[in-house]
């Protein structure tokens, strides 16, 4: 079993910054990849970015060049670093993990930070 703790959310106004954290504990695998997703009301949860055991990285369109996405192996956290924000980037954001054992995949959902931008 993986626990999923998120940290770092709140309320930004349009063009500030916010760092996400999202430590994981328990039963990991070296081959684990990390990701954060968002939901804003009444939409679907989508990929905002995500980070591979071996830090290839991946990010949605809407973000790229404004967040980072980073994780730290010794720790088992994962970070979003958030800049320029905008308010169409509030939304609940989530952390995933999913631990990779050849083909079978079993995914860990953190309980989600809300990140509002508003002024």
């Known amino acids: 079993q993986v626990q999923l703790v998120e940290s770092g959310g709140g309320l930004v106004q349009p063009g500030g910054s916010l760092r996400l954290s999202c430590a994981a504990s328990g039963r990991i695998f070296s081959s684990a990849s990390m990701g954060w997703y968002r939901q804003a009301a009444g939409v679907q949860r989508d990929m905002v970015a995500t980070i591979s055991s071996s830090v290839s990285t991946n990010y949605a369109d809407s973000v790229k060049g404004r967040f980072t996405i980073s994780r730290d192996n010794a720790k088992n956290t994962v970070y979003l670093q958030m800049n320029s924000l905008k308010p169409e980037d509030t939304a609940v954001y989530y952390c995933?993990?999913?631990?990779?054992?050849?083909?079978?995949?079993?995914?860990?959902w953190g309980q989600g930070t809300q990140v509002t931008v508003s002024s």
């Open positions: 995933k993990l999913e631990n990779r054992l050849g083909s079978l995949i079993i995914s860990y």
